[in-house]
């Protein structure tokens, strides 16, 4: 019979699939002897068969839970439930990523009318008894029950109005009482039963309601975020309770080694006394910095710094802790590899190998490629920030710059994002359930809090900005305002946050662009040491292109000539030209454009220096760069001289059913050649200009996009060979071009042997051969998408991560056919997915010369580019 439950002496760091993370990290602190509180792990594999087989499973898994209970009561000398002396424990989530806050705990299990008495006497403190009990009558309804916790909320607060007092702690046993009795009455009016009294009924509802936490909505939208695979499961720990609310002597905190927003090295975290777990986290009672604990219990202190000394120098990574101190005596109830910042994640990662803790090749696989974006977008300009008006300020939970409307509910910060509308989301504390309005917001105001708070900790793991406990402010929500003294702020008005100072500003404030660290650009040396990939930049103009070169890029792998049409200048010499009606006509306008194109391609050419550069010819159909609304259509004609009916009739004409499908790309040059000889004469004499002036030896790649069968690639190259000669033959000066093709029409992918005979080079536009691969317009996706990914029907959105199994496998076959023809053909790729690391990972494995990407995900590729080639080498050992 397969075993599901392991004892914490059982496991081992290296069980983390089957203990989950914290399971696995429980089972290791007792191996290496730290006071890790007794008990045992139910496996992920139980989770996974409840949701295989439901009732099924439960008579062995009962069985074995209650063997391992035993065994606990017999080395706790306490029994669950007992009367005398009983056994609480707490049950708690825990899969095998961490995902914190996502799914549920219930701390004190075992209380019931009786047990409580008996704890009460034990230990001679009735008031802490009865504050356990109402707490986990509380915990338990709310996870296990499904009783929305407000209603509970709302009693213990009119209480302590009615007891005229702040703290949870200034009620007595007595209050506390008369609180359990109302929490019962709530539970038998909604349950239409009374709260369960059996402690082993209790035991297991607890295991069943954290396997369905699995599944809890706030748990799949943090999994689809951060790319967490649905089948892995929780396990689920049962774990002896220690206490840190039996009075003064007793307290509870959250703590990480190192400072989770910067990375440095210095021990950060809040605690609290006469408290549980729940209370710091929550943001119920605003805590107090670690560093005064020792102050508070100086052996207490010297005892948690030596633990959290010992656990990062045995996980080798930045730790997050959770402890309780119960009677001067300190317990460790959770460690786990903290969440941090991009800029945190960089520095831990570097100091690390100077430390000497780390290798180059580990600190970078440390150090999450999509994190580091978030170092090189603006923050706020310091100039702007000292003519700000503060409106209050509250503690800097999560670095960054954030400007945005207020807005006071996560739906309605979903649904202004919607709109377009930058939103800050504005709350009195955060919890799970608003986990997708802190994913849509620009950044989070919360009213309590401290620096381990919900809030903080989700919004440093998503490097959003986050101010928490900015307690002067008075939030009605009903009423969609905070207040500031007797100022009022309403839904829609504008807020700055800055959350590298814990400031909130009136209104927008501008931003600056970032600095890049010197730890960041050691760590990016690295990384450029160990990668194989090249990495290119999608950059269509000079200022595009000096970005991405700041940012480390190698050259540029896809230039859309179109974009330089759309400027105002422009756009009325294309319009001209798509409204000609003979070919001079075509010829006149494009004589107009040319200059225009050309320079463009001198500045190009000038910022990139010797790199290389593709161009792609022009590709979307020509309607895109015509009015569609009758009023635009109207005026244009007034301002071409021509009718309205002509200029109507023209766009009549050149709209298309499927224009995604239609007369764009290389189909365009074989109606309309003059376009593409006016590109590629752009493109050559632009590169002769800056060898002449500059002595910049370009190699221009020309790109023909759309290419399905090999005669249309012929027909469009003898285009570029035919104006690239007349060019140079005029100019007499030697040059080098190459003349390639984008793989995105499937048929190309599988006769990527015949066109690799006319093409020097393969750039696999991904976006494309993605839509025709799938049948998915682009464009129209996004109305599905979401419903397919919310069913499980797609892991993930195809538009967003290559699909190995299908477009992949275009790619590797198309690869694979153009090296038997042309074995030194250049492969890249240019799509979106150019900037995706696990895209990425991919194109090394298929062997790609190079991926291309947007200038602000270069560093990303850079990034992932090095540790896919480290993780490929290990795979291969």
């Given amino acids: 019979m397969k075993k599901f439950v392991y004892g914490f002496h059982e496991g081992t760091a290296g069980m983390k699939s089957l203990l989950g993370g914290k399971g696995a990290n429980l089972a290791e602190m007792t191996r290496i002897g730290l006071p890790v509180p007794s008990g045992f792990t139910v496996t992920t594999e139980a989770c996974n068969q409840y949701y295989e087989e439901g009732a099924k499973l439960w008579n062995g898994l009962k069985e ?126 909604e349950c239409r039963a009374d709260f369960p009294q059996d402690v082993k009924d209790q035991l297991f509802m607890a295991i069943e309601a954290v396997f369905k936490s699995w599944n809890n909505p706030r748990a799949n939208v943090y999994r689809k975020l951060n790319d967490i695979p649905h089948s892995l499961g929780t396990a689920v720990n049962i774990q002896s309770m220690v206490f840190g609310n039996m009075g003064e002597t007793s307290g509870t905190g959250v703590a990480f080694t190192r400072d989770p927003s910067t990375g440095e090295k210095k021990l950060f975290g809040e605690f609290l006394m006469n408290a549980q777990g729940e209370d710091v986290v929550a943001g119920i009672r605003t805590p107090k910095p670690i560093l005064e604990l020792q102050n508070t219990m100086p052996q207490a202190y010297d005892k948690f710094l030596e633990v959290a000394n010992l656990l990062e120098e045995h996980y080798t990574d930045m730790q997050d802790i959770e402890f309780t101190i119960e009677n001067q005596e300190l317990y460790i109830l959770q460690t786990r590899n903290g969440k941090r910042t991009a800029l945190a994640a960089v520095n831990i990662a570097v100091d690390m190998v100077k430390e000497g803790r780390l290798t180059k090749e580990e600190a970078i696989l440390r150090v999450d490629p999509l994190q580091v974006e978030q170092l090189l977008h603006p923050a706020f300009d310091e100039k702007e920030l000292e003519k700000g008006k503060i409106i209050t300020k509250g503690l800097p939970a999560s670095s960054g710059a954030a400007t945005g409307k207020i807005y006071f509910t996560p739906e309605d910060v979903v649904e202004a994002n919607n709109r377009g509308e930058r939103a800050i989301l504005v709350r009195a504390e955060t919890s799970p359930e608003d986990i997708e309005g802190m994913v849509a917001s620009q950044g989070i105001l919360t009213a309590r809090g401290g620096m381990t708070s919900h809030a903080a900790v989700v919004a440093r793991g998503m490097g959003k900005c986050c101010i928490a406990g900015a307690g002067e402010m008075k939030i009605q929500e009903a009423n969609k305002i905070f207040m500031v003294g007797e100022t009022v702020y309403h839904e829609g008005e504008y807020i700055s946050l800055d959350g590298n100072e814990g400031i909130v500003y009136e209104g927008e404030i501008a931003t600056k662009e970032s600095q890049l660290t010197d730890n960041f650009l050691e760590l990016m ?305 240019c799509g979106e997915h150019g900037g995706d690391p696990d895209s990425i990972e991919f194109c090394h494995i298929l062997g790609l010369d190079y991926v291309s990407c947007s200038p602000y995900r270069v560093p990303v590729a850079r990034l992932a580019a090095a540790r896919a080639a480290i993780i490929n080498k290990e795979q291969a050992k």
């Fill in 64 to 189: 074995e839970t209650l063997q391992h209970l035993a065994e606990l009561e017999e080395k706790m000398g306490k029994k669950l439930g007992a009367v005398k002396n009983p056994l609480l424990v707490s049950v708690r989530s825990g899969s095998a990523i961490s995902m914190p806050g996502m799914m549920d705990t219930i701390l004190n299990l075992g209380l019931n009318d009786a047990s409580v008495e008996g704890l009460a006497e034990g230990t001679a403190n009735p008031r802490f008894a009865y504050d356990s009990y109402r707490r986990f009558i509380q915990m338990f309804s709310d996870v296990v029950l499904e009783i929305p916790k407000y209603k509970f909320d709302a009693i213990l607060d009119n209480k302590k109005v009615e007891k005229n007092v702040e703290e949870d702690t200034d009620l007595t046993a007595e209050d506390l009482k008369d609180i359990i009795e109302k929490y019962k009455a709530i539970v038998k009016k």
């Fill in 525 to 829: 040396t690295w990384a450029d040491a160990i990668r194989t990939l090249k990495i290119r930049t999608n950059a269509d103009t000079p200022r595009d292109t000096k970005q991405a070169i700041e940012f480390g890029a190698e050259g540029i792998g896809l230039c859309r000539t179109e974009h330089m049409f759309f400027e105002e200048s422009r756009i009325f010499v294309m319009r001209k030209m798509i409204l000609s009606r003979t070919e001079e006509e075509r010829r006149k306008a494009l004589a107009e454009l040319l200059p225009m194109q050309r320079e463009d391609f001198v500045e190009i050419f000038k910022a990139m220096g010797n790199r290389p550069v593709t161009v792609r010819l022009l590709d979307p159909p020509l309607h895109e760069f015509l009015p569609h609304e009758e009023e635009d259509i109207q005026q244009l004609a007034q301002k071409m001289q021509v009718s309205f009916t002509q200029l109507q009739g023209v766009v009549n004409d050149l709209k298309e059913m499927n224009p995604m499908l239609g007369h764009r790309g290389c189909r365009l040059a074989v109606t309309y050649p003059e376009i593409y000889e006016m590109q590629v004469r752009a493109i050559i004499e632009a590169a002769v200009i800056v060898k002449e002036e500059e002595g910049i030896d370009v190699v221009p790649e020309i790109m023909i996009p759309l290419v399905g069968e090999l005669k249309e690639l012929q027909y469009n190259k003898e285009i570029v060979l035919k104006i690239a000669k007349e060019v140079l033959s005029e100019k007499e000066i030697p040059l080098q071009y190459l003349v390639g093709t984008m793989i995105e029409v499937p048929r190309a992918a599988v006769t990527a042997d015949e066109i690799a005979t006319e093409a020097e080079f393969f750039s696999f536009g991904t976006n494309d051969l993605t839509q025709m691969t799938f049948g998915y317009s682009r464009d129209d996706a996004g109305k599905f998408i979401k419903e397919y990914r919310e069913k499980n029907i797609l892991e993930k959105d195809p538009f967003q991560r290559i699909d190995r199994k299908g477009v992949g496998k275009l790619m590797e076959l198309a690869s694979k056919l153009g090296k038997e023809t042309r074995p030194n053909i250049k492969l890249g790729i």
